[in-house]
Every structure is written in structure tokens, then in C-alpha cells.
């Protein structure tokens, strides 16, 4: 499947039975805040638009492990992921893997 919505990277895959698509968001503003309230609009909006065109499809943020302990660990981040507004995935830039899974 090939979807553009603008996201930075926007891929989709599957596991098994499951489907999946992920944006990868890089957090390169001198403000992670900033940079939260831009992935968060992309993700509502992305995630809208999966669930009308491509509704087998779930949405994951992926970012860097480092971004998930300095941004996804504080109240906002935290409170995004405990109140269901985003998956997120975290993964190792340097060994090209998922850390965390977060539903």
C-alpha cells in the first residue's frame, strides 16, 4: 500500500493478520513541544483519514527512543498515550530497531 498524507515518512505494513502504518516524526525544533502539537495534529488528522479510505489499518507515531524518554515520558506525552489519542512506537536510529510498542 502506498499512502501519502504528508506525513515526514508515512509506511504501512503488516504482522500477521494485523495492519499497520506509521508515521516517523524526527523532533528537530529547538521546542519538543512544538514539535508535539505538529505530530499530534498530523496524527488526528492521518488517523482520520486511514479510518475512512483504509480502516484495517491501525496508525503508530514512531519516534526515537530518546524522544520517547525526554517527550513521551512527561505529563502531555503520557496523558496522549493514556487517554488514547496516539500509538506509539520508539526505535533505535543507529540499530535500525523498535524499542517499544505502546498502544
Known sequence: MFVDLGAERLLAAERGTEK??????????????????????????????LKRYYPEHKLYLAVTERIRQTVFEEEAGQTLIEDGIICLVSFNPTEEVIVKRIQ
Open 20 to 49: 499497520i502504518a506509521v508515521e516517523v516524526k524526527s523532533f528537530t525544533r529547538p521546542s519538543d513541544m512544538k514539535d508535539l502539537e505538529e505530530a499530534v495534529g498530523q496524527f488526528v488528522l492521518y488517523a482520520r483519514l
